[in-house]
C-alpha cells in the first residue's frame, strides 16, 4: 500500500467512525420516544418510498423548486457510483469499476451529466436562496447560512470531481465517455497533472466525507431521514387521529408535553423537518398573522430532543442523575398555549410536506397534554365540552330536540323500522343550526323524490367527537363514540350518508379504532350516484355563476373533489376560486376553531371569503355546515350579501330540479 492510500484509509476510516457514532447517538435519541408499530405494510410503504422520496412528488407541486431538488437528489444517487469509485481508487491505486465492461461507459456519461446538472441546480438555487428567495426561504442568521454552506459544499463535491477526473485524463489515463472531464483536461499540463489530480482527489474525498459528517449537525440531515420518514410514514386511513388507551392503567400522563411522551416516529419527524417552509407557507393561521408556525413546531421537537436526551441517556445509565433532565419541557419553554390552539386541523401542512411529515398528530397530542393532564385550555371551550357532556352536542340545545328539524316530514326513525339501507347521520349542525337544518330539509326531500330508504336515529345520535378529539379532550371523545358506535351496531348500520365531512373524518374512519364498521358516503357523492342513476333529474337550463369552496374534511382528509363540481356543472356555471382542490384555504372552523374566538390577526374565514368573492360568482357553494357558517358570516361582514349567496350543494339541486 502506497503512502498516500494509507493515509487515505486512515482517514476514510476515522470519517466512517465519527459518522456511525452519530448515528447510532441520533438513533439512540429516538429510542427514548414511545413505541409505535410502523413496520407493518412494508409493500405499500416501499410504493410510497418510490413516488413521494424518488419520484418527488410533493416537491414537483412547486415547478421550479421540485425540479432543482430532483436533479440534485437524483444527480446525488448517480454521482454514489463515482464516490464509491473515488473510494476504491483512494484504497487501490488505479481502481475502477471497469470490470463491468459494457455497462461502464454508460455509466460514465451518466456521471459526466448528473454532475453538470447538479452544478447548475446548485448555482441557481443559491443565487435564488440569496437573492431572490420566496416568502417561506426569508430567513435570517444560522437557517440561512447553513443552508448554503451545504449548497456550498455539494457544489465543492461536484466540481473536485470533475477536476479529478479531468487531471486524470491529463496524466494519460483513457476517459473518453467522460465528456465534460475529457474536454477539461487540457487545462492540466501533463507534468503536473499528476499532482493536480491528487489535490483535486483529496478536495474531493475531503468534502464528500464533511459533508457526511456535518449532515448529523445540520438542519439538512434530512439527507439521510427523508427516505426512512417517508417509508415509516403512516398507513391509517388518511388524517385519522391515533387513539389512546384510556383503559391502560399503567398510563401516568395523557398525551404530550415533552418528547418522552412523543413516539419515536415524531421524533424522526423533527430530526426529518428541511425547514423549507412548504407547511407555514400554507397554513391559514400562520397566514391570517397567528403565532402558530407549522415548521417552529417540529424544529422545536429536534432543539428539544437534542437537548434533553444526551441528559436522558446520561440519566439512564448506572450511577446517572435523573435530575439532570428536570425543570424544562417541550410545552411551555418551546412551544406554546397561543400556538397549539391556533390549529384548525386543515391537514395543509401535512398535504405539502415533501418528507411526510405528519404535523396535525403531534398538535393534537400535545393539546391532549393541555387537557388530560393541567385542564388547560381556552375559557371558551369550558362550555363547549360542558355541552358535549350534558346534551351530546357542542351547542346548548336540549338533546331531545335533535330531531325536530323533521317534524312533518315523515321521515322514519331507526327505533320504528329496526333496520334500513341506508341510515341519514344528521349531525350536530344538521339538527339544531337554524340555517343548516335547511340542508338537511334539502337533502331529505331530495332522497324521498330519489325514492330512496333511509332512516334517522333521531334523538339516539349524538355529537361523532371530532371536536372533542382535535381539541384534545380524548376521554369526552371515546365516551361520545362508544355510545354511538353501540347503537350503530346494535342496528346493523353497514352505510351511512353524512352532509358533513367532519361526520364523514369520524364515522369512516375513526371508529374503525372502536369497533365500528360503516361505509360513509358524503351527500355530494350520494346526489352524484342518484342522478347518474337516473332517479333524480335536473331540467337542462342555465344557472348562475357559482364556485365552490372545497372543505378541508371532505377534500384533503377525503379526496371528494369533483362529485360537487360535477353537480354545480349541473346547476349553473363554475368558476374556480384561485386556491382551490387540494391547495384549498381552510374557512377557519375546523380543530374546535369554530367555538373559539380569534384574538390575532386577520379572521380565517375573510381571508377564505374575500378569496370567493373576487371570483364574481353569485352563489358560493358549500358542502360543510361549518364552512356554510363560517363563509356565510364572512360574506356579512363584507357587506356582500346582497350580491352573494351562500348554499349548499343540496340546496342548489333542490332548486333546480323544484
Known sequence: MTLNALLFALVFL???AFFARNVLRLVGYLRLGKKEDRFSGAGRRLRRVLTIAFGQSK??????????????FWGFVVLLFAVLESVGEGLVPGFSFSFLGPLYPPLLVLVD??????????????????????ARLRVTGHAKWDAVLILALILTVMLTMFGQNAARIATGVPGDARFIAVRLSGLFPVESAHAWFLAFFWGHMVAVLGFLNYLPYSKHLHVL?????????????????????????????????????????????????????????VCPANTTGKLLNPKKIMVDIRSRTMEKAPAMVAASAPGGDASAVAGRQLLDNFITEQE???????????????????????????RRGLVLNESRFPDELKTTFANLERNFTPWGFGHSARADWAEGMDIPRLADTGKTDLLFWVGCAGSYDARYRKVTQAFARLMQMAGVNFAILGAEEKCNG?????????YLAQSLIAENVATLNRYGVKKIVVTCPHCMQSLGKEYRQFGGQYEVVHHTTFIQELLNSGKLSIPARAGATMTFHDPCYLGRYNDVY?????????????????????????????????????????????????EALATGAGVIGTGCPFCMTMLTDGVKEKDASGTTAVKDIAELVLESIS
Open 14 to 16: 476515522a470519517a466512517l
Open 59 to 72: 416537491l414537483l407541486r412547486e415547478p421550479l423548486a421540485g425540479l432543482l431538488h430532483l436533479l440534485i
Open 340 to 366: 397549539l390552539w391556533a390549529c384548525t386541523t386543515c391537514m395543509a401542512c401535512v398535504q405539502e410536506c415533501p418528507v411526510m411529515i405528519e404535523h396535525v398528530d403531534t398538535i393534537v397530542d400535545l
Open 466 to 474: 371530532d371536536a372533542a378529539r382535535r381539541m384534545g379532550n380524548e
Open 562 to 610: 369533483d362529485a360537487p363540481r360535477e353537480l354545480l356543472d349541473r346547476v349553473g356555471t363554475r368558476v374556480e376560486i384561485k386556491r382551490n382542490r387540494d391547495r384549498s384555504f381552510c374557512c377557519g372552523a375546523g380543530g374546535g376553531r369554530m367555538w373559539m374566538e380569534e384574538k390575532e390577526g386577520k379572521r380565517v374565514n375573510l381571508e377564505r371569503t374575500e
Open 113 to 134: 451529466l448528473f454532475g453538470a446538472l447538479v452544478v447548475i441546480s446548485v448555482l441557481v438555487s443559491l443565487v435564488r436562496r440569496l437573492f431572490a428567495p420566496p
Open 225 to 281: 431521514t427523508s427516505i426512512p420518514n417517508v417509508y415509516f410514514s403512516s398507513l391509517a386511513p388518511k388524517g385519522a387521529i391515533a387513539p389512546v388507551n384510556l383503559a391502560d392503567e399503567t398510563l401516568t400522563k395523557y398525551g404530550a408535553t415533552d418528547i418522552e411522551d412523543l413516539t419515536w416516529k415524531q421524533l424522526l419527524n423533527g430530526f426529518t423537518c428541511t425547514e423549507c417552509g412548504r407547511c407555514t407557507s
